[in-house]
């Protein structure tokens, strides 16, 4: 995946933990938290989210062991990843304090944003 695929990727990423946030904090707002279906609307999302942080992942590290930027490393990015899901599945539990997710997604955008600013620098 070359730097511009891969600078694509991680603002797909971004819009899409912040659009789950979002989905999260409407859920929190409403009196009881909204019901969805494990098969036709969570395990899809996951999967989708699972496949494209897969893609992303893998750039990502090749880039950075190219690049080798001074603050970024590969335990950030699989950090990520790992976040990134637990916001997407939080997204439709809603079982997690508001601030514990409000970290998540901070952290990960923190770190995708500093991607973009090393994809950006290299290009």
Known sequence: M?????LKHTQELITWIEEAYEQYLK????????????????????????????EWLT??????HQAKPRY?????????????KEV??????GKQHAPRVKNLVESVIYTLNLLIEEINKRS
């Open 2 to 6: 070359d730097n511009q695929t891969l």
């Open 59 to 64: 750039a990502a590290t090749s880039f950075i």
């Open 27 to 54: 859920g929190k707002a409403e009196e009881e938290y909204p019901v969805y279906d494990f098969y036709n609307d969570i395990q899809p999302a996951v999967v989708k989210f699972d496949q494209q942080m897969e």
């Open 72 to 84: 970024l490393h590969q335990e950030q990015l699989e950090a990520v990843q790992e976040n990134g």
């Open 88 to 93: 997407v599945l939080q997204s439709y539990f």
